[in-house]
């Protein structure tokens, strides 16, 4: 694993402190690795989101659709 330095002004350092303490986390790198793969996450979601709303409108869905979709959830349960 590579190491990164980073500078954060007193406040944002006490920050930091505090959600490591509250919440659990060993490190501050433990912290913040968390937040950038969250991060990660809500770019993905959000580029999806985006080709979806640059997509073409597919066909409307109907009640069988949700009855089937229903039943597939329950069997992969």
């Keep these: 694993m590579n190491t990164m330095n980073i500078s954060l002004p007193d406040t944002l350092r006490a920050y930091v402190d505090e959600q490591v303490d509250r919440?659990?986390?060993s490190t501050s790198s433990e912290y913040v690795?968390?937040?950038?793969?969250?991060?990660?996450?809500?770019q993905h979601l959000r580029g999806l989101l985006l080709a979806g709303a640059a997509?073409?409108?597919?066909?409307?869905v109907s009640q069988p659709y949700f009855e089937d979709l229903r039943l597939r959830v329950r069997r992969a349960k």
Aim: charged share 40%.
């Design 55 to 60: 997509s073409s409108p597919g066909e409307p």
């Design 33 to 42: 690795r968390e937040l950038i793969r969250r991060d990660q996450s809500r």
């Design 23 to 25: 919440r659990g986390y």
